[in-house]
């Protein structure tokens, strides 16, 4: 792993409490996600209860980093619940605020790549950005994920600026036919 003290791993229930409180914290910071903090459910039940779902779905994948006893960052990829889209995973990623720019990123990124390359249900991985997310946007490009599309002052911004959203994806192999 690139990152000096870093383990990757894959989420277990006891992570659930510092996944919640990693999330509210990213969400407070208000400039990364489309949900406000405190806008969408989240307690250690259920972060519990989806994490054993995912580990029962065969197209999804959950991974932690920790450094000694922190969680530092989360990854997953969740592939869709309906038969047509059940290929596609849709990639979420997270690192603390006073952990990143130390190659977390890069280190949880390439570990949900390889993961999800052991389901073979899973087949293209995509995720949305804002476009001024450059740091995500250079990671996502460093590994491989090429924009798809954009749409447009999509998300109003509580200070009534608006953020356009980039769409990215990459396959996890080589496409045949
Ligand atoms: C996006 C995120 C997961 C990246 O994790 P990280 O541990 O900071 O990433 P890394 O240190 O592995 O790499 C970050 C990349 O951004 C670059 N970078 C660092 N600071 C930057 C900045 N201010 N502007 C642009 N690029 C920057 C790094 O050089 C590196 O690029 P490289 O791989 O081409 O060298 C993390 O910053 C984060 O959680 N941000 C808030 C939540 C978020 O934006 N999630 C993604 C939503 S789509």
């Known amino acids: ?18 996944l919640v409180e990693l999330r509210r914290a990213i969400l407070e910071e208000a400039a990364w996600f489309t949900a406000e903090a405190g806008e969408v459910p989240d307690d250690v ?29 989360a990854v997953a ?3 869709g619940r309906l038969r047509r889209v059940r290929h596609v995973g849709r990639l979420e990623i997270m690192v603390g605020r006073a952990w990143r720019g130390r190659g977390i990123g890069a280190a949880l990124l390439e570990a949900a790549l390889a993961s999800s390359r052991m389901h073979p249900a899973l087949e293209k991985v995509e995720l949305a950005v804002y476009a001024h997310n450059a740091r995500a946007l250079s990671l996502y490009q460093r590994y491989g994920f090429v ?30 036919g």
Not at 1 to 18: F, H, K, N, P, T
Not at 149 to 154: A, D, V
């Open 1 to 18: 792993m690139s990152a000096a003290g870093v383990i990757i791993g894959a989420a277990v229930d006891r992570d659930a409490r510092g």
């Open 45 to 73: 039940r259920l972060r519990t209860d989806r994490m054993r779902e995912a580990r029962r779905s065969g197209n999804q994948v959950h991974l932690v980093a920790r450094i000694g006893g922190d969680l530092v960052g």
């Open 77 to 79: 990829v969740e592939g």
């Open 147 to 176: 924009e798809e599309g954009r749409r447009i002052r999509q998300q109003r911004l509580a200070d009534g600026s608006y953020a356009d959203e980039v769409w990215m994806a990459r396959w996890l192999r080589p496409l045949s």
